[in-house]
């Protein structure tokens, strides 16, 4: 399966069918999340019955989960549903979210297929709205309040209430618990990336010092559910244990939220024990932990970029390559020895002439676009083999 290509949603469904009891209730299925890391918004894998044809990047184990959430999340309503029947009710939700906001372009191109305009809605909040400028020179950041969604949906298919209100109340707590929780700490680089990345996330709400009153603990007593208040209590932990210490300041903060959310001591500190060993399992993977130069920030960034877009268009490439038979061997010849001056312009020439004719690849012959294609050519292996469609269904 391709998240990165279209039809991967009907992909997911074929593949799921044989694991609608993959999880006994919503319980179960919340800690499966928070091992992979999705309720701390770090997507470190994704469930096991998916099997990608090449690795992911974040943002695409971030669709894969949040789809993965909200599928589970709407088996528990009913044993007997049906994949298209989720499909229905999640694009209702999220027009009533007020996210269906698919332009009439958009809609010509995905048909009226709902499965295909999912993949947009889904698409629009994976991303954080950014410019294309900073997402060029920093890592593609996702959305770390997506379990935000799953149980706003949870509430809306118990209650059927206005789902939109209910995302604002979350959203509310959720970043006053961060900034109130940082408060309690010595501060370091990596807290403010932290409080950045949250508040970049919020979507129902604006983040404002005004919204920092204090006044967030008496609205947490009573007014929300188990589970809201397991996932409140959670982003609490990591947000004091990301600096991978807990000071005892810290600590009184942390039982002083847990008390008002009426969690057992017991469970608070299965809680804080819970991120330690996630922090201590995934540190590597963690993007705002991470503390590159701009150069690698850049080339790391670009390669995940054109990773995708190779992979998108495989087919097309590999027919476009097949018919440059000069070409192909040049690129062979380059995996075992240097190039001469003469072949390697030969390369960058038929190369930049194969991306005119495939316009998702535009981005090439923009100017400056030649520092790109020593990412391209390193990535040719990985494209020959997978010239197939990632997200086909055998029938």
Not at 85 to 104: D, R
Request: a negative charge; aromatic letters at 12%.
């Amino acid at each position: 399966m391709n998240p990165s290509a279209s039809g991967w949603i009907d992909k997911f469904g074929h593949l799921v069918k044989d694991y609608h009891e993959l999880y006994d209730n919503f319980d179960e299925l919340y800690a499966h999340l928070k091992n992979i890391g999705f309720i701390y918004g770090i997507n470190v894998s994704i469930p096991e019955f998916i099997h990608p044809e090449h690795p992911l990047s974040e943002d695409e184990k971030a669709k894969i989960n949040l789809l993965t959430a909200l599928y589970f999340t709407y088996r528990q309503k009913s044993k007997t549903v049906t994949f298209s029947s989720f499909l229905e009710e999640i694009f209702e939700f999220y027009n009533q979210l007020g996210i269906n906001k698919i332009s009439f372009l958009n809609k010509i191109l995905t048909g009226k297929k709902t499965s295909s305009q999912l993949e947009k809605l889904i698409e629009s909040r994976i991303y954080l709205d950014d410019n294309v400028i900073s997402k060029n020179f920093n890592s593609i950041i996702t959305n770390s309040l997506l379990y935000i969604d799953v149980l706003t949906f949870k509430n809306y298919l118990e209650l059927k209430s206005d789902p939109k209100k209910h995302a604002e109340k979350l959203e509310y707590i959720t970043i006053n618990i961060i900034y109130h929780t940082l408060s309690s700490k010595q501060k370091n680089k990596t807290d403010a990336k932290l409080a950045q990345l949250f508040e970049s996330s919020l979507t129902f709400i604006d983040s404002t010092q005004d919204s920092f009153d204090g006044t967030y603990r008496r609205k947490l007593i009573n007014n929300f559910t188990p589970r809201e208040n397991t996932y409140f209590l959670d982003v609490a932990c990591l947000t004091v244990w990301e600096d991978q210490s807990l000071e005892y300041k810290e600590s009184e903060f942390i039982f002083g939220i847990g008390k008002d959310l009426g969690i057992p001591s017991e469970a608070i500190l299965k809680s804080i024990e819970e991120v330690a060993v996630f922090f201590e399992q995934n540190t590597r993977q963690i993007p705002h932990l991470k503390n590159n130069n701009l150069a690698v920030q850049f080339y790391d960034s670009m390669s995940k970029i054109v990773n995708k877009l190779i992979l998108r268009n495989s087919k097309r490439l590999q027919k476009e390559l097949s018919e440059s038979k000069e070409l192909v061997a040049l690129l062979s010849k380059s995996t075992v020895k240097d190039l001469t001056e003469e072949e390697k312009k030969k390369v960058q020439n038929q190369l930049l002439d194969i991306f005119k004719s495939i316009p998702s690849l535009a981005i090439f012959i923009l100017p400056g676009g030649a520092v790109l294609l020593p990412i391209f050519i390193k990535l040719i292996p990985k494209l020959l083999p997978s010239a197939f469609d990632d997200n086909r269904v055998d029938e």
